[in-house]
């Protein structure tokens, strides 16, 4: 069974910052890429990070420069270190899996909880 559990997210201001955390079961984790996802009201989810099993990441054009990710291995977590967030960064966030960096764009078959984050003054 494949589980996924978000956590880290809130309410910040404009500027400010956040570190999200993913908690991954049922995957032989050390082998797979993760990624970071964002669905903001109204909108498509949208893929706006990855890390791939040897630490190679990409970024969305938009969250460069202000947001890391990272992984634990021995955790099982990947975290999503967010500063500089904007408002319409306001948005669910989730993690999930693939094979290599490429495959973190394909379709899901399951997806956690995610957590909410909200940019707002």
């Known amino acids: 069974q494949v589980q996924l559990v978000e956590s880290g997210g809130g309410l910040v201001q404009p500027g400010g910052s956040l570190r999200l955390s993913c908690t991954a079961s049922g995957i032989i984790f050390r082998l797979d890429a993760m990624g970071w996802y964002r669905q903001a009201p109204g909108k498509q989810r949208e893929l706006v990070a990855g890390?791939?099993?040897?630490?190679?990441?990409m970024y969305e054009d938009s969250v460069k420069g202000r947001f890391t990710i990272s992984r634990d291995n021995a955790k099982n977590t990947v975290d999503l270190q967010m500063n500089n967030l904007k408002p319409e960064e306001t948005a669910i966030y989730y993690c999930?899996?693939?094979?290599?960096?490429?495959?973190?764009?394909?379709?899901?078959?399951?997806w956690g909880q995610g957590t909410q984050v909200t940019v707002s003054s």
């Open positions: 999930n899996t693939g094979i290599g960096l490429a495959g973190l764009r394909k379709s899901k078959d399951y």
């Open positions: 890390i791939s099993s040897s630490d190679s990441t």
